[in-house]
C-alpha cells in the first residue's frame, strides 16, 4: 500500500511545485535531505560495525559465558522450553546482550541467527513456538541501557546532549519489556 501512496505524495508535490514555481526549492530539498542521509548512514555505519565488531569478540570469550550465568534465571523464566545446551539459547543470549547494550543494528543478525536455530527446532514449520513468539515480543521492546544507536543519530544531527534520552530509554523500554512478556505469558496460556 505505500509503495503506491508514496509515488502519488511525490508526483502531486512535483505537479504542485511546478505550478507555483518552486522547482529550485524541491532540488534544494533533495541535495540537503541526500546529504543528511549519507552523514547518518556513513555514522551508523560505523557504529553498527564497531559493535558487531566487539560482539564477535566477546562471543568468542568467558564474557558471554559469565553473562549468561548471570541472565540465566531469567532465561528460564522466559524461555521455560529452551535448554541451556541448545545453539539457540547462545543465540538468544548474545541478542538479548545485543539489545540490552543499545546496538539494535548490530543485534539484527543475531537475533536472525537465533530465529533460524530456533525455526531448525521447531516441528511444525508453519507455526510459531512460543520461544518464537517471546523472542520477538522481547526483540521488539528492546531493553536497552546504553541507547547507542539513538545517541549516534543524535550526535550526527547536531544534538548538543545527545545522551539525555538515556533515563527516558531506561523508563521507555524496562516497561515495554515487562508489560510485552506478562501480555505474552497470559496469552500463552490461553492459546
Not at 545485543?98 to 514449520?125: C, D, F, H, V, Y
Not at 527516558?168 to 506478562?182: G, S
Amino acid at each position: 500500500m505505500l509503495n503506491i501512496i508514496w509515488p502519488i505524495f511525490i508526483i502531486i508535490g512535483c505537479i504542485y511545485a511546478i505550478i507555483n514555481g518552486k522547482i529550485s526549492d524541491i532540488n534544494n530539498a533533495v541535495f540537503e535531505a541526500t546529504n543528511s542521509a549519507i552523514e547518518v548512514i556513513i555514522t551508523m555505519f560505523g557504529t553498527v560495525c564497531l559493535w558487531n565488531g566487539i560482539m564477535q569478540i566477546a562471543s568468542n570469550t568467558s564474557i558471554v559465558k559469565i553473562i549468561m550465568k548471570i541472565i540465566k534465571p531469567i532465561m528460564k523464566m522466559v524461555f521455560p522450553e529452551l535448554k541451556e545446551n541448545m545453539i539457540a539459547y547462545k543465540e538468544i543470549t548474545m541478542n538479548i546482550i545485543a539489545n540490552i547494550m543499545g546496538l539494535g543494528n548490530a543485534a539484527t543478525p543475531l537475533g536472525l541467527k537465533a530465529m533460524k536455530s530456533l525455526q531448525r527446532e521447531n516441528n511444525n514449520k508453519k507455526k510459531l513456538t512460543n520461544s518464537m513468539a517471546m523472542f520477538i515480543i522481547i526483540n521488539t521492546a528492546s531493553l536497552q541501557i546504553i541507547p547507542t544507536t539513538v545517541i549516534a543519530i543524535r550526535n550526527s544531527l547536531g544534538s548538543e546532549q545527545p545522551t539525555a534520552i538515556i533515563v527516558p530509554v531506561w523508563i521507555a523500554t524496562f516497561c515495554a519489556a515487562i508489560v510485552a512478556i506478562i501480555s505474552a505469558k497470559i496469552f500463552m496460556k490461553r492459546f
